[in-house]
Structures are given as C-alpha cells and as structure tokens.
C-alpha cells in the first residue's frame, strides 16, 4: 500500500525567511509525486511533480521540492517566503503500477507573519 | 476558460434524503475522481472513473455511487445521506488516467461541495 506522511500540522514561517514543508512517503518501486496547495474556500491547485530526472524540481510561485529516494521525502521549499504563500499544502505520491489514484498526505498549514 | 465546476457548492441536508452533487469538466480529460476531505485525514478518494463507464471503487466508497454517461460528468450520489457524510466534496480531472508512463498526475480539482448531514 502506498502512503504519505505529512508530520507537521502546521508550519509557521516569518516573511522573508527560507520554508520548508516536510513530506515522507512509502510506495512499492519508484514513485510519482506531487505537491498540491489550497487557498482558502478554494480547491486544490497543482504546485510540482517529481517524474523522474533531477532531483530536484522547480515549480509553480518559486516553490520547489528535492527528492531524496534514500530518505523516501520530498520536501517543499521556498528560499524566501510571502505572506500569500499562507495556505495549506498537501503532499501525494503514486506508485508506477497497480493502484491508479493518488494518495494524499493530511495537508501542513503554511503560516507566514509580515 | 478550463475549469471543473461542481455543484452546489453548499448543502444542508436531513438523513436518508437523496442528494446528487454534480462535477463537470470542459477539458475532454479522461479521468475523473471524488474526494472528501476531512480535518486531519487529508483527501481520501470516494471513485473515478477511467472513461465513459468505467468506474471503480477509491479508499472510502461506502454509501456513495457514481456514474459516468458522458465524458465531461461524474456526478455523486448519496442515496440515503447520514451525519458520518458530512464533510468536504472535491471533484477533479485529469487528461489521462494516471496509469503508468502515460499519466502525469496533474488533478485539476473544482472549488469543492460543503455537504452536512443533519
């Protein structure tokens, strides 16, 4: 069974500093995987994808995220956070076989202080 | 402009009355899948479907169905709503069916259904 573990609740950051928002997953083989973020009263909106290549990937509003295949994580990151980064970010991961649905992490709420 | 709409975007509601939450997607994507969301839990996803009439059970199907008549629908049916039901409701769609080498991945996800259940 493929998993994902978002072990932050929330994470506050204040403007201007580095953010990181942790993801770790378990998957049979190498993975998919995704990071997705919701604003408020919003649906979730794509941010990045892991495929294959670089480990590490640029995606939407400066956001990025490294893949680590030992440490089974790919961790969100921001060099400089906005306070419109403040929202609720989700993690998801797909096995290249078998079950055909991503798996979602329980969401990191992202708080950032002017 | 592309988008999933999904309606009603609120819904107070009684046990045991029937309601349908509709999804429509204008993008000709393939797949298609309801969510709920619950504090805590993340996304856990109800059903997708693969394509017109190919439709298949997600990690919470339990008193929920779906159907998919044409490309572009996938309604949620609740046949007898119960309070364990109340929750947040995201349909979303994807070009391909996310299977292999083929499926990138890339939901795209409506503004989501805030369904209670009295």
């Known amino acids: 069974a493929q998993s994902v573990a978002q072990p932050e609740d929330q994470v506050n950051v204040a403007e201007g500093n580095p953010l990181t928002v942790k993801c770790t997953y378990s998957?049979?083989?190498?993975?998919?995987l995704f990071w997705y973020v919701q604003y408020p009263n919003r649906g979730l909106q794509f941010l990045l994808k892991?495929?294959?290549?670089?480990?590490l990937v640029k995606g939407s509003y400066g956001f990025e995220a490294e893949f680590n295949k030992s440490q089974t994580s790919f961790h969100l990151k921001k060099p400089s956070a906005l306070v419109s980064d403040s929202a609720l970010y989700f993690c998801a991961v797909k096995g290249r076989a078998g079950r055909r649905a991503l798996t979602f992490g329980s969401g990191t709420r992202l708080q950032v202080q002017p | 402009e592309a988008q999933v709409t999904q309606n009603p975007r609120y819904l107070i509601t009684v046990t045991g009355k029937k309601l349908t939450v509709t999804c429509s997607q204008n993008m000709n994507h393939e797949y298609m899948s309801w969510y709920r969301q619950d504090p805590g839990l993340g996304l856990r996803q109800i059903y997708y479907s693969m394509n017109v009439e190919v439709t298949d059970k997600g990690d919470v199907p339990e008193g929920y169905k779906v159907s998919r008549k044409e490309k572009r629908n996938f309604p949620l049916i609740l046949e007898s709503p119960s309070p364990n039901q109340t929750s947040l409701y995201f349909c979303?769609?994807?070009?391909?069916?996310?299977?292999?080498?083929?499926?990138?991945?890339?939901?795209?996800f409506g503004e989501g259904s805030r369904l209670t259940v009295l």
């Open positions: 979303a769609s994807s070009l391909s069916g996310l299977a292999g080498a083929v499926g990138t991945g890339e939901l795209f």
């Open positions: 998957v049979s083989g190498n993975p998919y």
């Open positions: 892991y495929i294959t290549g670089d480990n």
